[in-house]
């Protein structure tokens, strides 16, 4: 079945270390985003990619980086220079990076935890 | 700025009808979602709206008034299912979605 496959689901990480989540879909489409919820919050857009080999900063780019090498792939680094690093992370994509609908669709999640 | 208002929180009862109302203002419209979120997992879509007035989908409605800025989330016959938080997202003029903080929905038996 088509769909967005994120891994991992949950993730610990030691003050100081880079982690990559990973974010896989195979429902060819073009726009992919990354998103990070906090408790309370909604969501709030790090990185998306309208083709590839090309990706756009977000709200709060600030301590992540991104690749987009494949169409099916976009996986997202949190590096160490990220603050607070704590939070749901969730990985999507659409069909149209513009025009009209383009219903989003969600990966399930990878929920990070700083120790 | 951009901005979209939801409450923060509702209760309702299970077999009742609950109305979650959303409004913006963004550059641009080019289009409201609803999707309903449960507690750790993703969000799923419920509903789109680009033209003015409801759309119906089995138990759920959604409304939309452009003018006024302006959408609801109608549930009807609540089930404790139901129990989940529902973010409103509007795209703007640049295909961008702005996202609200989502409305927490609690349903008591």
């Known amino acids: 079945d088509g769909g967005i496959t994120q891994s991992p689901k949950y993730l610990f990480r030691k003050e100081g270390q880079n982690v990559t989540l990973s974010c896989e879909q195979n429902?060819?489409?073009?726009?992919m985003y990354w998103y990070r919820q906090d408790p309370g919050q909604g969501l709030r857009l790090i990185y998306y990619s309208q083709i590839v080999n090309d990706f756009q900063k977000g709200d709060i780019a600030e301590g992540y980086s991104v690749s987009r090498e494949k169409k099916e792939s976009f996986p997202l680094t949190v590096t160490s220079a990220q603050k607070n690093p704590t939070a749901f992370y969730l990985c999507?994509?659409?069909?149209?990076?513009?025009?009209?609908?383009?219903?989003?669709?969600f990966g399930e999640g990878s929920r990070l935890t700083v120790l | 700025g951009q901005n979209i208002d939801q409450p923060t929180e509702m209760t309702a009862t299970e077999g009742a009808i609950v109305q979650i109302n959303c409004t913006y203002q963004?550059?641009?419209?080019?289009?409201l979602f609803w999707y309903q979120q449960h507690a750790g997992e993703a969000p799923t879509f419920l509903s789109y709206?680009?033209l003015d007035g409801l759309e119906e989908k089995g138990r759920f409605s959604s409304f939309l008034s452009r003018s006024k800025g302006y959408s609801y989330l109608l549930l009807k016959e609540l089930q404790m299912k139901d129990s989940a938080s529902y973010l409103c997202?509007?795209?703007?003029?640049?295909?961008?979605?702005?996202w609200g903080a989502g409305t927490k929905l609690i349903i008591k038996p």
């Open positions: 429902l060819n489409h073009d726009a």
């Open positions: 963004t550059s641009g419209f080019n289009g």
């Open positions: 997202a509007v795209t703007d003029s640049n295909y961008q979605l702005i």
């Open positions: 709206n680009v």
């Open positions: 999507a994509s659409r069909d149209f990076a513009g025009g009209d609908s383009g219903e989003l669709f």
